[in-house]
């Protein structure tokens, strides 16, 4: 019988019609901030003037994060920015369910492939216990694993011995990807990242697994994305190349900082898109600023997403980001008095 995996495989390796398509894949953890917006905006730009599709993904994976009412709340401020998109939670399409929380069994299949593989393998580690082993150095995503439990077979068993993380086992040597934006990005897995979760030990599935089997099978050739994640990158070509699937173009952008030079995050409250709308802006306001930010316009500029669009062709965006990718750029927008 052919699996829902199977049956999304086989489209997302069909041969393709050439269209680019981008994405979009907030977090409903909180609203949508202006750092997120710009993102998102030059997502949509990337691939518009591509002439392809874009899709819209809600990252909902943990869901003692998701806030109610959040993912709602992105899409209407991304709408009310102007942005669309040809697929998504709201719209439908052909590759979805577009909510992670709704893909379990497409991760739970993929995850046998690398288990048939020999590729993975359980994990009782604590981050603890990582931190406290002698000979764990630290990466810069905290300490990098030692191994401990490496060399223990899947057909270990799972329950009763405590709660089970899955991690990918490296292979050694260097894997290199070309970046559009920032050049190239190179690392060597096993020294600098070690073997990494793809599942965590509460069940949920891993960020950097979920995201390779989604832009894989929702057919993704292009991620414009925060350059916070630049570094992850390698790790998530190893399992496009675990898996047998097509890996994506990746265009990392600068993050945007607020009017204090501190980077925007949720976290902290960062000024959202809910916030500007409170206070009266309008969307050509606020795209207009955005576009600013990272040179698509001049300064004071007032432009709706369609006029952005039609001021550009991709060469001479590309030409842009690769510009601000080189000087790190990190602009707050103008604040409105």
Known sequence: MTTEYERMLDRALRPRDRLSRGRYAPSPSGPLHLGNARTALLAWLQVRLSGGRFVMRMEDLDRSRVR??????????????????????DVGGETGPYEQSARDGIYAAALARLRDAHTIFPCFCSRKDIEKAASAPHGSDGPIYPGTCRDRDLAFKETGGGSTALRYRVAAGRIEVEDVVTGSIVQDLSRDVGDFVVRRSDGVFAYQFA??????LMGVTDVVRGVDLRESTPRQLALFRALDLPAPRYWHVPL?????????????????????????????????QLATSVGLCPPETSVSVEELLNAHDLSSFTHVLRHIGRVGLHIAPRRRN
């Open 211 to 216: 995201v390779v089997v989604d832009d894989a």
């Open 68 to 89: 109610p009412g959040g993912a709602k709340q992105i899409i209407d401020d991304l709408r009310w920015m102007g942005l669309d998109w040809d697929e998504g939670p």
């Open 256 to 288: 945007m900082a607020d009017g204090d030079g501190n980077r925007m995050s949720k976290r902290d409250g960062s000024e959202s898109v809910m916030m500007f709308r409170a206070r009266g802006g309008q969307p050509a306001e606020l795209v207009g």
